[in-house]
């Protein structure tokens, strides 16, 4: 016999995020209704107006987003759900952006709510910590990543990542903590507090990225065990791990690779496809790269043998750093960033804001704004970054695709090492064709993945033509 509780508890557990967000809808309705007969906040027509807009542009909201954020002159205020507290506002203007990340650095920390949320999956990991506990664990990971005389073995983890469950259930966790911020506590605290619906799911993704980041400090700390050193790794784990292994409290390795494997797993191969997604629609663009390498690496050495580029000729590759970063400009691997407002402060603009007031700037539409990048700011223009033959980078503020300030993405100059040298070896073999009819858009999450993937074919190229 089936119990009412166990019924409800089913039907909880057959949600979608799909049925919450429109659940949400619902009661964001329902609360401007409830204000409208009580006469004080938003009316619901212009709620109700903007909703079609909004559904019909659900494949494309990014750029519905980027258009609507500048028709309002770049920055609006927002309030959120019902009994939720969200408010805030939600900003491309890099004055702003750069008075947050780096002139009133203290006021904006990342703050209790994107903490809460993310807790369970990060943590007290760099990505997730604010104050004293964020600046030991940055200047511990930078001593250690800028250690090495090389400088591209060592920013990375050596995990043994290709583990497709493994990346299944970190893109489920990520996506499924940055649904937490869509729910009013009334809705999410029961549903974290029984394990249903998408907590239930939430539950289990991070129980597997857990698992996987204990047993690589595990065997790290197996090997230290036995031979005192861990002689084969030049990774950052095993660095730190060599450093002090007695200094870390708890959970301190686990939380730190989960932060680093979401700081530079994803961002980086995200960014990779959107690269060759451009240049396949760029011919012209990708002609220069291709004649940029053989230049670099001479007639006499392109061929089959090559298997890694030299740090000095990754350094000569400008063209490719130039189009690397247009890339990033219009497809940001971190397409919006939040931050929390500390106390009561007014923007360089004049604009007012609280206390607890959550900030979010969208660095998406930022990368697409003719104000910084003139009229082409649409087009994809690697030369906007050169300058009498040299990579010119742009402001951080116009351009936080790494962050800026004291919290600069750690790893920016690691993963553009990285992202030449893929995209070099790649370029150099192989003629990549994008497979026609499929729908390139990105996704609606923390990490700007493409939505449906991306099919390509790949021809071998002769190699040993300049
Ligand atoms: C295209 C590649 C990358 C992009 C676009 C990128 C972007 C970013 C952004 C936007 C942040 C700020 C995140 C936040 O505070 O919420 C960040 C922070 C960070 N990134 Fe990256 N990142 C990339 C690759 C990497 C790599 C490869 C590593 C490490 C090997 C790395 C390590 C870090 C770390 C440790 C932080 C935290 C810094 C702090 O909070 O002080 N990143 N990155």
Redesign the pocket.
């Known amino acids: 016999m089936t119990t009412m509780g166990e019924m409800l508890k089913w039907a909880i557990s057959r949600l979608t995020s799909w049925d919450l967000s429109i659940a949400l809808l619902g009661l964001f309705i329902f609360r401007c209704l409830h204000q409208r007969r009580s006469g004080k906040g938003p009316m619901l027509w212009p709620v109700l107006g903007i909703l079609p807009t909004i559904l019909s542009n659900r494949s494309g909201i990014h750029d519905w987003g980027t258009r609507a954020l500048i028709k309002t002159g770049g920055t609006f205020p927002y309030r959120g759900m019902w009994m939720g507290g969200a408010h805030g506002i939600i900003t491309i203007d890099p004055s702003i952006v750069e008075y947050m990340l780096k002139t009133n650095f203290n006021n904006f920390p ?1 703050g209790s709510c994107y903490k809460e949320r993310f807790r369970d999956l990060l943590g007290d990991g ?2 997730n910590s604010d104050g004293e506990s ?1 600046k030991q664990q ?1 200047q511990l ?1 930078k001593v250690e ?1 800028h250690s090495s005389p090389l400088g591209v073995d060592p ?2 983890l050596a995990l043994d990542l290709p583990d497709i469950p493994f990346a299944k259930a970190f893109e489920e966790a990520t996506e499924l903590s940055l649904l937490r911020f869509l729910m009013p506590p009334f809705v999410l605290k029961p549903l974290t507090f029984f394990g249903l619906g998408t907590e239930r799911r939430l539950k289990e993704a991070i129980e597997v990225v857990h698992n996987f980041a204990d047993k690589t400090v595990r065997d790290r700390r197996n090997i230290l065990g036995k031979l005192g050193n861990i002689n084969d790794h030049s990774d ?1 784990l095993s660095r730190l791990m060599e450093s002090d292994i007695k200094h870390f409290p708890g959970n301190f390795l686990r939380d730190f690779c989960v ?2 494997i979401l ?2 797993r994803d ?2 191969s995200v ?1 990779l496809a959107w690269f060759f997604w451009l240049i396949q629609k760029n011919p012209d663009e990708e002609s220069k790269i291709l004649a940029e390498i053989h230049q670099i690496l001479g007639h006499s050495q392109c061929n089959n043998d090559i298997r890694a580029f030299t740090e000095e000729g990754l350094k000569k590759m400008v063209y490719l750093q130039a189009a690397l970063s247009e890339s ?1 400009r219009l497809y ?3 397409p919006v ?1 939040m931050k929390q407002v500390q106390e009561d402060d007014v923007f360089p603009d004049g604009t007012r804001v609280k206390k607890g007031a959550r900030i979010f700037h969208i ?1 998406y539409s930022m990368g697409r704004i003719e104000s910084i990048w003139g009229k082409d700011c649409l087009e994809f223009k690697p030369e906007r970054w050169i300058k009498d033959g040299k990579f010119v980078s742009a402001s951080q503020f116009k351009f ?4 800026a300030g ?7 100059k ?2 553009y090492t ?2 030449k040298m893929v995209a070099a070896s790649v370029l150099l073999r192989y003629s990549i064709k994008v497979v026609e009819g499929q729908s390139v858009v990105p996704k609606l999450t923390t990490t700007l993945y493409m939505k449906n993937g991306l099919m390509v074919t790949f021809k071998p190229r002769l190699m040993n033509n300049a």
């Open positions: 990342k760099i990505f964020w940055r990971a990543m920013g990375c950052l932060s680093f700081a530079g961002t980086t960014a990033l940001p691997s971190v960033e660095i936080p695709v790494f962050n004291p919290r600069l993405c750690l790893g920016k690691f993963a990285q992202m």
